[in-house]
């Protein structure tokens, strides 16, 4: 099997500097959609996934839950990515000489004090890292992009201004998923976490029951998202994550209360806190 990692978006995007960070010895590989990403791993093109499931200004990025369950695929780690917005422009172009910045339509917004500051006018272009691709091959002064430093090495811009988003906690948490579960304990000292699916049994406060268990057992819940199946708005699947690991004894109690009140339950994963989930 080929020694690369599949991500969504063009060379420089958010999601290669995921794999860069957190698989630095494999080769990125980058796909039109998640669903190719997802179809890369499980054809042999690539050897795993970087697949993006939430962001801390905009929440969960969409679609994500509706694939995780049907991919196949199983969560084995879990990255972090700080989302630093930079200027980039063709060499030899000054700040002054910058009227149009492009960007993904969500990193505009996060720059418009920036932008506002310095009369630039925001352009939509469909991602970041190519909005960087097209502004090198174009070659205009005038024209810049907002996106990534990575961006900005692999088409030879010069980065005219650093970290220019108005917030400084924007950050993307990243699933990485492999065709093979790796379910044994591998602490890196900053605890296990447990990601499933269920689907609650249709009988009054099924839900409610079902979370009793893990209070009970004092398992701590980290996420509870519902979303509906098969266009129908009375079937609901709820994605959870916990901390610990299926064998501790206080998760395994929790996990068979839970089986109890549900149709099904689908453990997606079972993989190490990373330590940036834990800085502020």
Do not use: W
Not at 111 to 137: K, M, Q, Y
């Amino acid at each position: 099997m080929t020694n690369r990692i599949a991500f969504q978006g063009e060379p420089g995007a958010y999601s290669h500097e995921a794999c860069r960070n957190a698989r630095p010895d494999m080769e990125p590989l980058p796909c039109a959609t998640f669903e190719d990403v997802i179809e890369a791993v499980k054809s042999g093109q690539a050897e795993l996934a970087m697949l993006p499931v939430e962001n801390t200004t905009y929440g969960r990025v969409a679609d994500i839950h509706r694939l995780l369950p049907r991919s196949g695929l199983h969560i084995i780690d879990e990255a972090f990515v700080r989302v630093h917005i930079n200027l980039l422009a063709v060499p030899g172009a000054e700040l002054k000489d910058i009227k149009e910045a492009f960007s993904h339509l969500v990193l505009l917004p996060q720059c418009a004090t920036f932008l506002s500051a310095h009369g630039i006018r925001g352009r939509v272009s469909p991602d970041n890292a190519r909005a960087a691709r097209e502004v090198a091959e174009a070659g205009d002064k005038k024209a810049a992009a907002l996106a990534s430093e990575l961006a900005g090495e692999i088409y030879e811009l010069d980065v005219l201004a650093r970290h220019i988003e108005d917030e400084d906690t924007n950050t993307t948490r990243f699933l990485i998923m492999s065709p093979d579960a790796q379910h044994e304990r591998r602490d890196t000292g900053h605890g296990m976490i447990t990601s499933f699916v269920f689907q609650v049994r249709n009988i009054p406060a099924a839900l409610y029951k079902a979370m009793g268990g893990f209070a009970t057992n004092g398992v701590n819940m980290t996420k509870l998202e519902s979303y509906m199946i098969d266009g129908r708005f009375t079937a609901t699947q709820f994605y959870a994550e916990v901390e610990g690991h299926p064998e501790d004894q206080n998760l395994r109690l929790a996990l068979e209360e839970l089986d109890y009140f549900t149709n099904s339950v689908d453990i997606l994963g079972v993989y190490p806190a990373a330590q940036t989930r834990h800085v502020d």
